[in-house]
């Protein structure tokens, strides 16, 4: 339980700071559904699978760490930070990327994905330990959740190279014609 005084300002500061953490997860969890459903990869299909089950962890322990404090974990979902393309590229890709071509750079932007979820918990470990005894109680939960980040960072960095080389035949013989409704 938290010794803080929930109107306390600086502890009001961090507790928004878990919720907009806590939003990313919530729209994260919702895009891991997504993508596990159109990855056309087993062994990504099964890691994607692996890091929800992880994901839903990171909520309960963000929700349980603001109520401790005097919050109330939001359900919104933030926006995620992937690129907008210009619309002059984005319709070339639109058609001309292929259907392996497309898997590829979800799994890229999967990567994003997870490590803007770092950096954020990286940031908030350091504001934790900043604070000092107020926000110790936090640091167990955010160094677990920092920790699957991690985890699926290597992992895609480490299978990127594997999916690429698989892919690659296929990309240099299909071409437009079978990606017209991928996104
Ligand atoms: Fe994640």
Known sequence: ??????NDA??????LELNAVL??????????????QESRLDEIKQQLQQ?????????????KIIQDM?????????????????DIIWNMMSNSMTKQEW????????LIVENAEAVCYTMLIQKAKAGGDMF?????????????????????????PGM?????PSMQTNHSKDNSNDQ
Do not use: C
Not at 1 to 6: D, E, L, T, V
Not at 23 to 36: D, F, K, P, S, V
Not at 103 to 110: I, P, Q, S, V
Not at 138 to 147: A, C
């Open 1 to 6: 339980m938290s010794k803080q005084n929930p």
């Open 10 to 15: 600086i502890t009001q500061k961090f507790v």
């Open 23 to 36: 939003a990313i997860e919530n729209a994260g969890m919702e895009r891991l559904h997504t993508r596990i």
């Open 51 to 63: 890091h929800l089950h992880e994901s839903t962890d990171h909520q309960k322990r963000l929700q």
């Open 70 to 86: 005097g919050g109330e974990p939001t359900q919104e979902k933030s926006g995620l930070p992937l690129p907008v393309y210009p």
């Open 103 to 110: 898997e590829l750079k979800r799994a890229e932007e999967d």
């Open 136 to 160: 110790y109680d936090t640091l167990e939960s955010l160094s677990l959740n920092l920790k699957d980040e991690q985890h699926m960072i290597d992992w895609i960095n480490n299978n990127l």
């Open 164 to 168: 690429l080389t698989r892919l690659w």
